[in-house]
């Protein structure tokens, strides 16, 4: 599927926030979506592996 010209819009963490990447450790700038509480995120680099 094609992007029609449509930009995916990157969220960044609010004020006194910050979004930790769950395998490496390090901060996360930006991500395609709001990150649900409780939940990890990764950079795309160390996402695990699909089954």
């Known amino acids: 599927m094609r ?3 449509f930009k995916k819009r ?3 963490p ?3 926030e910050s979004w ?3 395998k490496c ?4 700038d930006a ?3 709001i990150p649900s509480k409780g939940r990890p995120v990764y ?5 695990p ?3």
């Open 31 to 33: 991500l395609p979506f």
């Open 43 to 47: 950079h795309r680099e160390c996402l």
């Open 25 to 28: 450790g390090k901060p996360i």
């Open 3 to 5: 992007n029609k010209g």
């Open 49 to 51: 592996p699909r089954e």
């Open 10 to 12: 990157l969220y960044t």
């Open 20 to 22: 930790i990447c769950a």
């Open 14 to 16: 609010r004020e006194g």
